[in-house]
């Protein structure tokens, strides 16, 4: 019997652990909804329904294989050793590689030891381009393009079943789980087939603006593909996303009545698949970063301990939290994503940015919080981009959002600000950038007062800024950071141009 153990690659094309177990004889398929999965900080039940969804269409597209899909609700030792007393000799083990949060390091150290005690072979696969054991960031890129080579595999078009229904727990009820109930209104939909609509319908059409749809929220709902959480749980392999992407491109390149445009887009969006993997490869290589600054010389700046924090901060978190900062397009962003899962790029940055910088408060519990709300939570991404927004990673050059600039820059007519905080409806463009500096009588004309029907701002803004930027500018003199910045540039930093978006 041969096990495939489903993690976050929920599909059964391009799937090497599946294919190779398909050859090898028969196959037990699985899944195990892990009980400690669902008791970390940034488990949600947003993540539940995608799941939930993505689990349900691989159980079709398995079944249409001839192969069940045994849902578990152990943990992976216990799990193996039920199938073990109940099915007999195990004969290999087959699976993706996992970069994820410790927890899921500690999870695949004890499944390697249990099956090392009994001599049953597990087989792994990279699951993108991240690499185990990488010696050097010098020539990743290569390390990269090779791994996206090779044609994604097709699924097996038949799978010799060996599980059996008793060994099938089903999925369990979000009432089982410690989550509270969902309060979302449109999530995105799971699924391999959903996956490759959304894909092939950015590459067609939705994507041809997409460089200069992706930076406002007005337009990046329908302007970015929108596969980052399928991405994450594996309804689509980036090797997949690659190669459909390099197809479209080269069919533009030799058609005559192409867009203006679209191969730019396609090009742009070709580079944020390869800094996925560039990502994640940061929490591979130090998976310390989900908890602990990269930039050494950055711990104690702010409060890491919320349990020590003061009144103010608190209530500046609380009210980041719930989109009541009083600066429109932070609660603008904060009360979309509560609704949608999803925010475009800049709009996470400057989440991120305003409570690193302007609240001055540590990106753990921000990150936390927002992990919760991201349908597409992926903790290499995630947490490298908490820090890096947040001055942290001791390489990027410090970036300190103004929500205001972003109101100008990407809502000037206020399209989305209104849809998402009604007390600003009747309030000019002119003043929705910084509503908290009309007179009274214009609050009182347009039906705003700031401070009872819209919050007033949490900080000063300027002072806000100051304050940050002079703090983050005298750590960046200081010589210790210099060279904790070129020991980060060594194991983390991109050898080629820097990030810009
Ligand atoms: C604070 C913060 C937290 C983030 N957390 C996550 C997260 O948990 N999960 C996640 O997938 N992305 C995260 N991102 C990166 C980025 O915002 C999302 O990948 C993107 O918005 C997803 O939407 P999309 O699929 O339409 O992206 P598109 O713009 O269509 O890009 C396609 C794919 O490229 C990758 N990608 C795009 N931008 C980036 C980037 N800057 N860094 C790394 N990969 C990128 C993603 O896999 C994405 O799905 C975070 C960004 C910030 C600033």
Not at 80 to 108: C, F, K, M, Q, S
Not at 265 to 293: T, V
């Amino acid at each position: 019997m041969h096990i495939v153990w489903f993690k976050r690659d929920l599909r059964v094309t391009d799937h090497e652990p599946l294919s190779a177990a398909a050859a090898a004889g028969d196959v037990l398929c699985l899944y195990a909804f892990e009980p400690e999965a669902w008791q970390q900080p940034e488990a949600d039940a947003r993540h539940y329904a995608f799941l939930t969804e993505c689990l349900e269409s691989l159980r079709r597209a398995l079944a249409a294989r001839g192969a069940r899909l045994c849902v578990t609700h152990m943990d992976m030792p216990d799990a193996l050793a039920r199938i073990e007393h109940d099915l007999g000799t195990i004969d290999a083990v087959y699976a993706h590689e996992e970069t994820g949060a410790a927890w899921t390091h500690a999870r695949d150290e004890c499944v390697r030891g249990w099956l090392r005690g009994r001599a049953i072979p597990l087989h792994e696969w990279p699951a993108n381009g991240v690499v185990r054991g990488l010696g050097t960031r010098d020539r990743w890129s290569r390390h990269w393009d090779r791994r996206m080579a090779p044609q994604p595999l097709p699924a097996p078009s038949a799978i010799v079943d060996a599980s059996c229904a008793r060994l099938d727990d089903g999925i369990p009820p979000l009432s089982a789980l410690p989550l509270s109930p969902a309060t979302h209104r449109s999530l995105q939909q799971g699924g391999e087939a959903n996956a490759w609509a959304l894909l092939e319908g950015f590459l067609d059409h939705r994507g041809v603006e997409y460089r200069h749809a992706m930076s406002s929220p007005v337009t990046a709902f329908d302007g970015c593909s929108r596969i980052s959480p399928h991405l994450a749980l594996g309804c689509l392999s980036i090797r997949q996303a690659h190669h459909a992407l390099e197809a479209k491109r080269a069919a533009l390149r030799g058609s005559n009545d192409r867009l203006p445009g679209h191969l730019d887009s396609l090009k742009a969006f070709a580079g944020r698949l390869r800094w996925h993997c560039h990502f994640i490869q940061k929490l591979e290589d130090e998976p310390e970063l989900e908890w602990r600054n990269l930039d050494r010389s950055c711990d104690g700046l702010r409060t890491e301990d919320a349990s020590m924090w003061t009144h103010q901060e608190r209530a500046a978190f609380e009210g980041w939290r719930d989109g009541q900062t009083g600066f429109p397009m932070v609660d603008a962003c904060m009360r979309a994503l509560h609704a949608h899962g999803w925010i475009n790029f800049r709009m996470r940055a400057m989440l991120m940015s305003f409570a690193g910088y302007q609240l001055w408060l540590h990106w753990r519990q921000p990150a936390i919080h927002l992990a919760r709300l991201f349908t597409d939570y992926e903790p290499g991404i995630h947490y490298s981009q908490a820090q890096m927004q947040t001055g942290t990673t001791g390489i990027n050059a410090p970036r300190i959002y103004s929500p205001a600039k972003q109101v100008r820059d990407h809502d000037p007519a206020g399209h989305f600000i209104r849809r998402w905080i009604p007390a600003l409806s009747d309030v000019p463009d002119s003043w929705l950038a910084e509503p908290y500096r009309m007179p009274a009588n214009l609050q009182a004309r347009y039906g705003c007062r700031i401070g009872s029907d819209y919050p007033a701002p949490a900080v000063d803004p300027e002072t806000a800024y100051r304050a940050a930027r002079e703090c983050i500018a005298s750590l960046r003199r200081n010589p210790a950071q210099r060279a904790e910045a070129q020991r980060l540039y060594t194991k983390h930093g991109s050898r080629k141009r820097r990030q810009r978006r």
